[in-house]
């Protein structure tokens, strides 16, 4: 009986396969729609099953397969089979689950691949050896424009954003008015409620002492930076980084001279280094110590099923991408626990989520 599996997880082994059919990875660039892109060749891939790692070489026409307790070799052109047949499968079906396409489930037990998902405890996905099967490792997360795409950031609670409720003291009664605003993800309506009752958002701190710690890591100033954003996302209806990192260009809440925004671009450096910071592996829940990531990189497949490369040794291109590809989504608000006034040591508080996501394309 044939098994099913959801969109993004197709899309991770199709990428695998795509690799090893081709032999290469193409160059990302900043503007997805741009197609003239470099190929990098690719020696092989290793890749983490629940029973141990294996290396994937290519040799010539062939993968060579090595395990633990594997040795074994198939032709190129029956992984690029596989991937056609996954590729059509994922954009053919209307919903999240796919179905295996017919060949594809015995062309993985006969490779031993049992999980479409690697198992890693380090985040990577698949790590990549370019050019020669001698070469060192690079580990790389992979996201796909055809399949659900998992957020860059998803801390949960623990990315939730504290503002003070200032101005107006609010009663009791004025509280419960705020909170039962609105439906459960009617964030909006319950900060513009709390405005008509005289009060506003000011940014207080992170609400998790680990992820003001991470964001610090970055700029000591940059939980406030990040609470603006997310302020205006909410409260604005911009969604786009880009776009919520020219307004806060034009807000300028550190009150800073106009020369270093427009001449160094103070506010565009702190955004795409937070965000190469969320792809090489910064959690909000985990201490983030800089660099020492092993995630090198990112794998995007694009709508039409190209592998594109992002890596630390473009980063410009790296961070030009994700400043340029990227939003602030809203997480669940009762699973996130946000978005509704509360008090904390005779002051009242509401707390925003922070989620950073890939604009869908």
Not at 40 to 65: F, M, N, Q, T, W
Not at 182 to 193: C, F, P, Q, S
Not at 215 to 239: N, S, W
Request: aromatic share 8%; proline share 4%; glycine share 8%.
């Amino acid at each position: 009986m044939a098994f099913s599996a959801t969109k993004r997880e197709w899309s991770e082994l199709y990428a695998f396969m795509r690799i090893m059919s081709d032999g290469f990875v193409c160059e990302g660039l900043p503007d997805l729609s741009c197609t003239d892109m470099e190929r990098i060749p690719v020696a092989g891939i290793k890749r983490d099953e629940h029973d141990g790692a294996r290396r994937y070489l290519l040799d010539g026409e062939d993968v060579h397969i090595v395990g633990e307790s594997m040795d074994k070799r198939f032709p190129r052109s029956r992984f690029s089979s596989a991937a056609d047949k996954i590729l059509s499968a994922i954009t053919q079906s209307p919903g999240d689950e796919v179905e295996s396409p017919d060949g594809v489930e015995e062309f993985l037990d006969e490779t031993s691949i049992y999980d479409l998902e690697a198992n890693t405890e380090d985040r990577t996905d698949l790590s990549i050896s370019f050019y020669a099967p001698s070469a060192p490792d690079k580990g790389f997360i992979v996201r796909s424009c055809i399949g659900r795409m998992t957020p860059l950031l998803d801390g949960g609670r623990a990315a939730n954003m504290k503002y003070e409720l200032v101005g107006a003291k609010l009663p009791s009664p004025a509280v419960s008015k705020v909170n039962n605003c609105g439906d459960d993800e009617d964030v909006l309506a319950r900060i513009l409620m709390a405005e008509r009752l005289g009060c506003s958002l000011k940014f207080a701190d992170a609400a998790d002492k680990i992820f003001r710690a991470n964001l610090c890591m970055i700029d000591l100033r940059f939980p406030r930076l990040a609470g603006e954003m997310v302020k205006m996302m909410h409260l604005q209806g911009v969604t786009r980084v880009n776009e919520l990192t020219s307004m806060l260009e034009a807000a300028n809440p550190f009150k800073i001279k106009d020369e270093l925004i427009t001449k160094n671009g103070y506010y565009r450096y702190k955004i795409r280094e937070f965000l190469m910071a969320a792809a090489t592996g910064m959690r909000p829940a985990k201490i983030y110590r800089g660099r020492e990531s092993a995630i090198k990189g990112l794998l995007l497949v694009d709508a039409d099923g190209v592998v594109r490369c992002y890596h630390d040794g473009r980063q410009d291109v790296f961070s030009d991408f994700l400043f340029n590809n990227t939003r602030l989504e809203k997480g669940p608000v009762q699973k996130d626990k946000y978005g509704y006034v509360e008090r904390e040591n005779g002051i009242y508080y509401m707390k925003l989520n922070l989620k950073v996501g890939f604009i869908k394309r």
